[in-house]
C-alpha cells in the first residue's frame, strides 16, 4: 500500500509507541538523560539572553520602519527561538549520536521482525563512537554554512524580515537529515546517496521534519520525543526503502 506522503506524524506517533514499549526501554534512558540535562540548560541561557537579542534585531531597523516594531517583535521573537533552539537540539543529537544509532538498530530489528545486527555489547557501542561523531561532524559541516548565512541575514534590516521563515524551513529540512541519517548511517549508506534519496522523497522527509521539528518545541515533551524521533525516522526508513 503507498505511503501517504504527508506521513510524518504517523512516523512520528509510532516511533514513540516503540520507545515506550518494555523492550527498547532500555535502551531510551541514558540518551534521555542527556536530553534532559542539555534542554534544562537551554532553558536557563535562553532565559538570560532571549530578551536583549530581540531588542538588539528591533535596534538594527531601519528609523522609518520603526513604527512596525511592535508587529516584528513577535517575528523576531521566533527568529531568535528558532536559533537557540535548534542550535542545542544539534548539540544534544552530536552527545546522544551512538546511543541514537544503536537505539535505530534495535528499532530496526523489532519492525523487520528479523536481527540482521550484532548481539548488544558494550564493545559494540563503543566501536560505533568514532563513526557516529564522524558521521555528526559531517551534519555539523553541512549545517553550519548555511546557518551562518541566515544568522547575517538575520541582521541586515528589511531583509532579516524573511529570515524567520528561511529558519524554519531550514530547521524542518536538517530535523529530517538529522534523524533518517541514523539508520542509513547504520546501513553504511553514504552522506551523499542520504542525501539524494532524502530529496527523492523530500515531500515525506519535509512531513517527517516538520513533525519533528513542532515535537521538539514543546518544553518538557520535547526530551521524549528525540528518542521518539530515532524511532520514527527508522520506521520511516524500513518502510520508505522496502
Do not use: C
Amino acid at each position: 500500500m503507498p505511503v501517504p506522503a504527508l506521513s510524518g506524524p504517523q512516523y512520528l506517533r509510532e516511533g514513540l509507541k516503540m520507545v515506550l514499549s518494555p523492550g527498547l526501554r532500555a535502551f531510551v534512558l541514558l540518551p534521555l538523560g542527556i536530553n534532559l540535562a542539555l534542554f534544562i540548560g537551554l532553558i536557563y541561557f535562553a532565559g538570560h539572553l532571549f530578551s536583549g537579542w530581540v531588542d538588539h534585531l528591533i535596534q538594527s531597523l531601519p528609523h522609518w520602519l520603526g513604527f512596525l516594531s511592535f508587529i516584528l517583535w513577535p517575528l523576531f521573537a521566533v527568529l531568535v527561538a528558532f536559533m537557540v533552539f535548534f542550535s542545542f537540539t544539534m548539540l544534544a543529537n552530536i552527545i546522544a549520536a551512538p546511543f541514537n544509532g544503536f537505539l535505530s538498530e534495535k528499532v530496526e530489528v523489532v519492525a523487520r521482525g528479523k536481527d540482521d545486527f550484532p548481539a548488544f555489547s558494550w564493545t559494540e557501542l563503543l566501536e560505533m563512537i568514532p563513526r557516529t561523531l564522524a558521521r555528526e561532524a559531517r551534519k555539523l559541516g553541512y549545517f553550519l554554512p548555511r546557518a551562518l548565512a541566515l544568522f547575517v541575514l538575520s541582521f541586515i534590516p528589511i531583509l532579516n524580515i524573511i529570515a524567520a521563515p528561511l529558519w524554519l524551513l531550514f530547521g524542518v529540512w536538517m530535523m529530517a537529515i538529522q534523524y533518517i541519517d541514523y539508520p542509513a548511517d547504520n546501513h553504511k549508506m553514504s552522506w551523499q546517496d542520504m542525501l539524494a534519496w532524502l530529496r527523492q522523497k523530500r515531500w515525506r522527509s519535509l512531513s517527517f521534519g516538520g513533525i519533528v521539528y513542532l515535537a521538539l518545541l514543546i518544553p518538557g515533551v520535547n526530551v521524549l520525543m528525540m528518542p521518539a524521533a530515532v524511532a520514527g525516522a527508522t520506521l520511516f526508513w524500513v518502510r520508505e526503502r522496502g
